[in-house]
């Protein structure tokens, strides 16, 4: 049984790109949230998808946007970064729209420079 | 505004020392409580969870904690630490309200050393 899996591990960008990270989440699993986790920090939860619509957000700019397809997967797109969005990715997925416990992947990290 | 509380960064350790975490939240409501661990160069992995019911929960590999409510706190302990727990542990919340989907709120983590 396959847990949360995130592409890329790692990735390197330039101030003002944009980037799309990747997750899959465990099976049996409908609902992703999303997290960023700066150096020294706890997670920041960002958004969280269910039946493919953003259901809760955090306190993060329009930069930060998402999807979820059929197949429960979802993609975190960030546009214009900055520097301060260098940071780990972490995503999260559960069941029944987030009342269990989240199972976390790995995460991306993200390096703008 | 919810929030999460560690109030120990950096915590050292002898082996078979006791240890005790302690994380603090605000939030008026009902919660879930959770701890996770990350050990050096893995993902978080759930430690331990409340929900409802008897408020000491046990976890894995030893590990337990006690919600007290009239203190808002949810302290990690376990009687005798091993150097294999040395890792990062994460207090979280999440706020139950209305049956939608919620958020998890961390605390800012705690750094165990164990040494040998």
């Known amino acids: 049984d396959a847990g949360v899996t995130q592409s890329p591990t790692h990735l390197i960008k330039t101030r003002g790109q944009q980037v799309t990270l990747r997750c899959s989440p465990k099976s049996g699993h409908d609902t992703v949230s999303w997290y960023q986790q700066a150096l020294g920090q706890g997670p920041q939860f960002i958004f969280q998808y269910y039946e493919e619509e953003e259901r809760q957000r955090g306190n993060f700019p329009d930069r930060f946007s998402g999807h979820q397809f059929p197949n429960y997967s979802s993609e975190l797109n960030v546009n214009a970064l900055l520097l301060g969005d260098s940071a780990l990715y972490l995503c999260a997925s559960s069941r029944k729209g987030g009342s269990y416990e989240q199972y976390f992947g790995p995460g991306t990290r993200l390096t703008v420079t | 505004a919810q929030s999460v509380s560690q109030h120990n960064h950096h915590v050292i350790l002898s082996e078979a020392a006791s240890l005790e975490l302690g994380c603090n939240y605000s939030?008026?409501?009902?919660?879930?409580l959770f701890w996770y661990v990350q050990y050096p160069g893995q993902h978080l992995q759930l430690l331990l969870k409340y929900f409802s019911g008897d408020p000491l929960v046990k976890g894995i590999k030893g590990f337990e904690a006690e919600f007290i409510k009239s203190k808002f706190s949810f302290n990690l302990r376990k009687p005798s630490v091993q150097w294999s727990d040395t890792a990062e542990y994460f207090c979280?919340?999440?706020?139950?309200?209305?049956?939608?989907?919620?958020?998890?709120?961390f605390g800012t983590g705690t750094l165990l050393a164990v040494q040998p």
């Open positions: 979280a919340v999440n706020a139950r309200w209305g049956g939608a989907t919620n958020k998890l709120i």
């Open positions: 939030y008026g409501g009902t919660v879930n």
